[in-house]
């Protein structure tokens, strides 16, 4: 059976409610989607002919501050996984404290399939759909699979002329022209790094001796290998959806960087070999790190892990049950709703910036970016140790997930909403 996202969202949320003891209706309040937009996009082709694509905006809870998620464009992308995504959202903006609740937004296409002008028109249709929900202080949505900073900007432009005035705060992840913040972009893998230096330095090991397989190479796979190449660990795989780029030495990432962004493809890199696509699963390596989609690791491909650690940068890349068959193992999981808050904390900033009409530097974004980081994980990690001291079974993901729902309850009790 297919693996599905919201069983998995939900059962994450069901694990932590126990051990918290939250009564019924706090549990179902928080299982609840606050509300969901959803239709079809009709595009007019470049052959004159129209398609519909089917589309959703997913706001799971609002109780911290305006729903906050990506939009995903992808040909698998359903309502039960948009809804899973903006809960997510919702633990996400709470663990690294920034004013926002969670929301997501996807639509059922091959971006891949479009021309730039089809891409534009439905981007623009998309906002269309979602105009009346979405707003600098009700809900902003930002890139994520196959999205990026151009798509923002055709939609932003969409939102502005729809409200008939400038609102740049409505949308995050925007080219610099239009009001983006410096260092978004690679903001998720930046963010990552630092996670996974205070990671490293409570295992007590040196960068240099630690070994890293990173699942995925777009936007947040590829930045987040460059980073952490370049602060000294050794990246020995990087794949995307046709290939595992594999140099035990460790690879020269800058390069591979470079050669993917010209050519689309591993294919012909000299500094590494080539394996499947899938084998970057089962490297035995310090660190493996799924930075594609959901569901990578689950039960049916779980014996094959042979990693010391998991840093979850993709959303939902480890499943429950394949998540217990690991702890069984001891392999320590750093979970997504921590490890990959980094864009959604410049997504913040971006904002801030917007509503202050300021714009700051790319040196005092990366160091509030840290500082923030720093922060959630030292967080995290002292709950997962308190939690530790009454249970040997605690994971990452319970830590963060206490402190996430707990935080959220005490925003809904403050409203006199529980
Ligand atoms: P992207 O579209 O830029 O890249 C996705 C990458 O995954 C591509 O390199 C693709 O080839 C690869 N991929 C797809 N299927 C694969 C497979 N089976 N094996 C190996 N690689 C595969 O998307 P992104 O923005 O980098 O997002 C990746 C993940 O990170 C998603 O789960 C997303 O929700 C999450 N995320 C993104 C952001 C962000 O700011 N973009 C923030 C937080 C979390």
């Known amino acids: 059976m297919k693996n599905n996202p919201l069983e998995n969202a939900r059962q994450q949320l ?41 589309a959703w905006r997913s706001q799971h809870n609002n109780a911290v501050g305006p729903y906050k998620g990506g939009i995903r464009f992808h040909e698998e ?4 996984e948009v809804k899973a995504l903006s809960m997510w ?8 404290g920034i004013p926002y609740g969670g929301g997501k937004g996807g639509v059922a296409v091959n971006p891949k399939t479009l021309s730039k002008s089809e891409l534009q028109r439905l981007s623009r249709g998309y906002i269309r759909l979602i105009a009346k929900a979405i707003g600098s202080d009700k809900d902003i949505p930002a890139p994520d699979v196959n999205t990026n900073a151009e798509i923002m900007g055709w939609m ?15 949308l995050t992840g925007k080219p610099l022209e239009l009001g983006g913040s410096r260092g978004r972009t690679e903001a998720t ?54 290939n595992t780029l594999y140099n035990e030495k460790g690879l020269d990432v800058g390069k591979a960087f470079d050669y993917k962004a010209k050519n689309d493809t591993f294919k012909g890199f000299v500094g590494g070999k080539l394996l499947p696509s899938e084998a970057v699963l089962g490297l ?35 499943t429950p049950k394949a998540e217990e068959i690991l702890a069984n193992k001891k392999i320590l999981i750093v979970p997504d709703v921590l490890a990959n808050t980094g864009g959604v904390a410049v997504s913040y900033f971006e904002w801030v910036q917007n509503l202050a009409n300021y714009y700051w530097e790319k040196e005092e974004i990366s160091a509030k970016l840290k500082k923030l980081m720093d922060s959630a994980f030292a967080a995290v990690w002292a709950e997962y140790e308190r939690m530790s001291k009454t249970t040997k079974k605690a994971t990452l993901r319970q830590a963060a997930y206490s402190l996430a729902v707990q935080k959220v309850v005490k925003a809904m009790q403050a409203r006199g909403e529980l």
């Open 14 to 54: 069901l694990d932590i409610a126990k051990i918290l003891e939250l009564d019924k209706k706090t549990i179902d309040r928080l299982l609840k989607i606050e509300n969901l937009v959803s239709g079809e996009i009709s595009v007019k082709l470049d052959n004159g002919k129209t398609k519909k694509f089917k």
């Open 77 to 80: 992308t359903t309502e039960e």
């Open 89 to 96: 959202m919702t633990w996400k903006t709470a663990i690294v």
């Open 156 to 170: 932003l432009d969409e939102y502005e002329k729809i409200i008939g005035r400038k609102d740049p705060g409505a």
């Open 189 to 242: 893998g930046l963010g990552g790094s630092y996670v996974l230096d205070s990671f490293v330095k409570k295992l007590k090991k040196q960068k240099k001796a630690v070994s890293v397989a990173i699942q995925g190479f777009g936007n947040v796979g590829s930045y987040f290998a460059k980073f952490v190449h370049d602060s000294g660990y050794k990246v020995v795989a990087v794949s995307d959806s046709k």
């Open 284 to 318: 035995n390596v310090d660190i493996l790190v799924p930075a594609a989609l959901e569901n990578a690791v689950s039960e049916e491909n779980v014996s094959k892990i042979n990693a010391k650690n998991i840093l979850e940068m993709a959303n939902g890349p480890v």
